[in-house]
């Protein structure tokens, strides 16, 4: 059985009809066409699916889309300016080499722009432990901490 | 000058769509395309009675259910052997589906194809296999015994027997030198299997239009794919393209082609009209793709008083899994480059590689360098542990000094020639680890060690890559190679070359990798082969169109192609700014016009007076166009190396190994792109610490793998990786135009051997295995003090 739901993503509302098996993943990916959010595992360790769930960050692969209905979802898509310019958080990762084949990349973005939304000053502490449900297999994580803190410079002076 | 690239950090051209989700990875293509879905054993080793698919035929969405019985034969032969060797006197290969026994869990058994993974996996599901158990080698030990076989026609399980020997002063063997040591030692190693396990698993997406076939890969080498898929589905090459999209990771697993994915998919595809794709899961992923590095090592050395190695006797028993699709490369670079910065007196190496009812064994980054490093810097330890001698003491009293470049080890390499070390200063190397790590100040405590590790890696090997540059009218570079990219910033590094060698602002370079349909002739992306091969491929080739282009320029500004220099895009006399003529417009210019497209092309016109009327407008022995194509084929590899230090505290407790420092001192010649560089050194630094203390693949006795899941599989999180510090040596290659040698695997390699070194030096305990964990490392303290 399918079931009609809305999904406001990046913003815009999207009604889709979807199983109740489907998975969020899939069908920002699949029915969406927002394949900047990627599966690494599908048992939610790897954390390359996770986007936010009203702000929050979430293992996409992990949750069912008809049980976010109504929800609004932030997607890498949807990390970058109205204007198309980067975010802080994308600038740093590019200037600190934080991402080498990329696929992890989106999940890190997106649980890296709430960790700083929470805490825009985090240590070093503070940051591995933000980042530690994300697996990375090409960069060790020493760029990717470091790109943390230089986004987190980079806000302050937005700010 | 700011076309002056190479060298510099320049930032990443990949990144900007990578950070906005616009990156294509394979699953991200095709999203009409039907969904395939494997049935796999559940068996390490069966033979399959019957299928019974009726179950299935009536799940909704479903189009097409294949056994081997309903492949053609072409398509249902056995995989290719992709490197035979006369020692590989038993190669084996699977089917691309199994033909009647199955030889490993997850061996792929029944294709389903439906509208969507969901219903493909649902149809899987309700398909029956029945299968006869048959009992199922598992683990190097119970292989050698032979009782049971993997192959009914491979006696032993032995796919293959190589012994490889240098003989020393007097042609004396190392047995001999062994014996006649003042000193010896004898002892056993054991290094766990891990896997690649990039976070893109493989897929395959293809597209038949009823003559041409395109076939997307995540593959390392989309070339080999492209001859091999035309092969097997008797296609003629041309009507065959191959696109390798982004790859999100390979580590070597995706060097291994055709996968029976690869061949069926595309086969799918063809038969049913339908565009095809089958996306990997983890499961499958770690129960159908590839693992490396288990092998089991017995060490006789002989040596003198200050520690010079007279005779090395290494005998290693390799676990190749059930097929052997990749020849045994891994072995043979165990092997080789064991010897490492060193020259031992003699050396004896001899090698089975065995048969097991586990998943294949084919190269994972270092390709057997991390076991044969492992085996010699443990040699080196001990040899400094019984002689009560600095372990750096001994290592340096064992090297190759700088100037015995280029240095014979004697042996034949894994390119099929000799052993031959192009350059280096191991000397120095050490010197700038110790004082990195602080070695000689560094004060050791119970629970406190400090361990070292060296190594040599064949970098760069052959037989060729090629590059292709074309300059068009718009006055933009278009750079292809053959090879493909899974996140070494290729788009980049070449674009830094290209733009230094044609002095164009590197804005204006593109850089296409891993399309067929750019580029043909091409071997593929392992072996750390990619700046080297093809980087001096793009530079060859851009000579030759910098040269093109300031012969055409020196035509239109009536001057000495000698006297023409190139910057920002223009091409001017040296001296006098006024004369010069763009890039852009040399490019017009050599492509003699009918037809004028804008005003730039309209110069090219026969009725432009550009052209002399008196000769052809493409002259005798010239093509039209401004680009050029070059190849560049190495002699032999180029031989990066390095040296790791690190600093370990074990709790008195619970054994946890905590990492306090680790250091890097590396030498891969020229580099190209610091940035890039270090971000590999250290993304193979956590390779290594994963397969150091936490990754291994836990067969059970029935052959099942109990930790396939990236929960039960521990790869480090940000959480057990330390900050490394790097520092930088350069010893240009002489055997390239660039002076460059290869630098992806670096990081990797030595890893085990160091935290062993800095575990055992903070614990008093020979540390003989690796991965070590802490409930490994309570056990050998228990044993201890038993």
């Keep these: ?159 | 000058m700011t076309t002056r690239l190479f060298g510099e950090a320049v930032q990443r051209r990949e990144d900007p769509r990578l950070l906005t989700g616009q990156g294509r990875y394979l699953d991200d293509l095709g999203r009409e395309a039907l969904a395939a879905a494997f049935v796999r054993s559940p068996h390490a080793h069966a033979r399959v009675r019957d299928i019974d698919v009726a179950g299935a035929l009536d799940v909704p969405g479903l189009v097409a259910i294949y056994t081997w019985e309903d492949l053609p034969e072409r398509v249902g032969r056995a995989l290719p052997l992709l490197i035979p060797h006369p020692a590989l006197t038993h190669g084996r290969t699977a089917h691309p589906l199994a033909r009647d026994v199955v030889r490993h869990v997850g061996e792929p058994v029944v294709m389903v194809v439906a509208a969507d993974r969901y219903a493909a996996e649902d149809a899987c599901a309700l398909i029956e296999v029945d299968y006869e158990p048959l009992k199922p080698v598992v683990g190097i030990e119970e292989a050698v015994q032979g009782a049971q076989l993997v192959h009914e026609d491979v006696p032993g399980n032995v796919g293959a027997h190589l012994v490889q020997e240098v003989a020393g002063t007097g042609g004396r063997g190392a047995r001999e030198a062994i014996e006649t040591s003042p000193h010896t030692l004898a002892f056993r190693l054991d290094i766990e299997r891990s896997a690649s396990m990039p976070l893109e698993g493989r897929g395959v997406y293809a597209r038949w239009d009823g003559r041409d076939l395109r076939v997307y890969s995540s593959t390392q080498t989309s070339t080999s794919v492209r001859m091999a898929v035309a092969a097997a589905l008797g296609l003629p090459l041309p009507q065959v393209e191959v696109i390798a999209p982004d790859v999100g990771g390979g580590f070597g697993v995706k060097i291994v082609h055709p996968w029976p994915e690869e061949v069926l998919v595309p086969w799918a595809a063809m038969t049913l009209g339908r565009e095809i794709k089958w996306t990997e899961d983890r499961r499958e992923h770690f129960i159908s793709s590839a693992h490396e590095r288990g092998q089991v090592q017995y060490v006789r050395v002989g040596f003198d008083d200050d520690g010079r190695v007279l005779g090395l006797d290494v005998t290693i028993l390799h676990d190749h899994g059930a097929y052997t699709p990749y020849g045994i490369i891994v072995p043979i670079v165990t092997s080789t480059q064991l010897l490492g910065p060193y020259k031992p007196g003699s050396y004896r190496v001899e090698f089975t590689a065995v048969y097991t009812n586990t998943v294949q064994v084919t190269p994972y980054r270092g390709a057997g360098r991390p076991q044969g490093v492992f085996c010699m810097e443990r040699t080196m330890d001990k040899i400094a542990r019984y002689l009560g001698k600095d372990r750096t003491e001994v290592r340096a009293a064992n090297f190759i000094r700088p100037d015995e470049f280029p240095y014979d080890q004697g042996m034949t390499f894994q390119d099929g020639r000799p052993l031959i070390y192009d350059s280096g200063d191991y000397p120095e190397m050490l010197r700038m680890i110790k004082e990195l790590i602080g070695w000689d100040a560094f004060e050791r405590r119970p629970g406190l060690g400090i361990g070292i590790g060296c190594y040599v890696e064949g970098t760069g090997v052959g037989p060729y890559e090629g590059g292709h540059v074309q300059i068009t009218s718009d006055g933009r570079v278009h750079v292809s190679t053959g090879l493909t990219s899974q996140g070494q910033g290729h788009e980049t590094a070449f674009a830094q070359i290209a733009a230094t060698e044609l002095g164009v602002p590197i804005e204006r370079v593109s850089v296409v990798t891993g399309d067929t349909r750019r580029f043909g002739y091409a071997v593929g992306t392992f072996a750390s082969r990619a700046a080297v091969v093809s980087g001096n491929a793009i530079a060859l080739a851009c000579r030759k169109v910098r040269e093109k282009a300031l012969r055409i320029a020196a035509d239109a500004l009536e001057a000495n192609p000698d006297d023409l220099d190139i910057a920002e895009g223009i091409v001017h006399v040296a001296g006098t700014p006024s004369a010069a003529i763009p890039l852009s417009t040399v490019a017009v210019l050599a492509n003699p016009l009918r037809y004028a497209f804008d005003e730039e092309t309209a110069k090219a016109t026969q009725f432009a007076g550009s052209a002399a009327p008196d000769r052809p407008p493409v002259a005798e022995g010239e093509e039209p166009g401004l680009e050029g194509r070059d190849y560049y084929s190495p002699i032999r590899s180029t031989f990066a190396a390095g040296m790791h230090a690190a600093i370990v505290e074990t709790d008195p407790d619970t054994a946890e190994i905590r990492i306090l420092r680790y250091a890097v001192v590396h030498d891969c010649g020229r580099l190209i792109n610091p940035m890039i560089v270090e971000g590999q050194i250290h993304g193979g630094v956590a390779q290594g610490i994963g397969g150091a203390l936490y990754e291994r693949m836990v067969y059970d006795q029935h052959g099942q793998l109990v930790n396939a899941s990236f929960m039960d599989f521990l790869m480090p999180y940000a959480t057990e990786i330390p900050h490394v510090e790097t520092g930088h040596l350069e010893t240009p290659s002489p055997l390239n135009p660039l002076g460059i040698k290869g630098a992806g695997e670096a990081g990797v390699i030595p890893v085990s051997a160091v935290i062993a070194s800095a575990v055992e030096d903070a614990e008093g305990i020979e540390i003989n295995r690796m991965p070590i964990s802490p409930s490994e490392l309570f056990d050998l303290r228990a044993a201890r003090t038993d």
């Design chain 1, 1 to 159: 059985m399918e079931h009609e739901i809305t999904l406001v993503v990046n913003g815009t509302a999207r009604r889709v009809r979807v199983p109740a098996r489907r998975l969020l993943s899939d069908c920002l990916r699949h029915d969406l066409g927002l394949t900047g959010t990627h599966v690494g595992c599908e048992h939610g360790v790897c954390g390359c699916c996770t986007v936010l769930l009203d702000g929050r960050p979430v293992r996409s692969c992990l949750t069912f889309a008809v049980t976010v209905d109504g929800a609004g979802i932030t997607t890498v898509e949807g990390l970058a300016g109205p204007d198309g310019g980067l975010s802080a958080v994308q600038r740093a990762f590019a200037e600190c080499h934080g991402l080498q084949c990329g696929f992890c990349t989106p999940g890190f973005l997106c649980t890296v722009t709430a960790l700083l939304r929470e805490n825009p000053v985090p240590t070093d502490d503070e940051v591995t432990e933000g980042i530690s449900g994300n697996l990375c297999r090409c960069t060790g994580y020493q760029n990717i901490v470091k790109a943390v803190h230089r986004a987190a410079e980079l806000l302050a002076e937005e700010s």
